[in-house]
């Protein structure tokens, strides 16, 4: 029984597949000291040359800005972008980097809609996360309204919300939701139940991009886990992925 247990493990597993495909992570928390990812500028510029060695030749960082516990506004984000770029300048480290955000979406972020110009990456797209509890009720209206300013909007880790089912997936990207999964979803980190589905969205072609969603070099040292992974190599083959164009 356990050698079928390991050759089962050992069919799921490829050769290693490079980051370098994707050219663009857009989903991580390396802007130090604003939120629960980098504490400081030392683990930042490890935390970049750990992604660099992964093969990304790009980092659209994406601070969390959430009203109960990171009130950050792009200024703070940006200055920090600034920060970063210097020291890597200064240490001759050749990555392009660009800040974002990670938009919690509840009432005070509905309420800015129209009236504060939100940082975005690429076409326009806007990140937004949701509560792992519920996601608010009147989610698809406050979408309308982000469409209506022009935002095309990306929702980091839909595998992660509990609550949502596929026919949930699939409603979402018929009112032109992007979804982004995170690649330690791929490798069962946050629970198999979440491994389970994130398979599924891929293998239903509802995938159009991944990230790291890094916050820690613990975070950083899985990533090569994940390289090897069928559903990794399933998502790059699918042919919707968008990272290489941003």
Request: with cysteine; charged share 25%.
């Amino acid at each position: 029984m356990m050698l079928k247990w390991f050759s089962k493990k050992k069919e799921q597993e490829c050769e290693p597949l490079n980051f370098s495909v994707l050219r663009t992570d857009i989903h991580s928390h390396f802007i130090p000291g604003i939120d629960d990812g980098s504490p400081d500028m030392e683990t930042t510029i490890a935390l970049i040359e750990k992604m660099q060695g992964l093969g990304f030749e790009k980092i659209i960082t994406s601070p969390h800005v959430m009203s109960d516990f990171y009130q950050n506004s792009s200024e703070i984000i940006l200055k920090g972008l600034t920060d970063v770029r210097n020291e890597l300048k200064a240490k001759n480290i050749n990555m392009e980097i660009d800040a974002v955000a990670e938009y919690y979406i509840d009432y005070e972020f509905e309420q800015k809609i129209g009236k504060e110009k939100f940082l975005t990456f690429g076409d326009n797209y806007i990140l937004v996360e949701l509560s792992f509890m519920q996601a608010p009720r009147n989610l698809f209206e406050i979408i309308f309204k982000l469409q209506l300013e022009g935002y095309k909007v990306v929702l980091a880790h839909p595998e992660r919300y509990n609550y949502y089912t596929m026919k949930d997936y699939e409603e979402f990207i018929s009112r032109g939701v992007i979804l982004q999964i995170n690649f330690l979803s791929l490798i069962g980190y946050y629970s198999p139940q979440v491994k389970k589905k994130t398979e599924s969205l891929i293998n239903s072609g509802m995938v159009s991009l991944v990230g790291t969603d890094c916050h820690n070099m613990n975070h950083a040292e899985l990533y090569i886990k994940c390289q090897t992974q069928k559903a990794w190599h399933d998502l790059v083959n699918s042919g919707k992925l968008l990272n290489a164009t941003l």
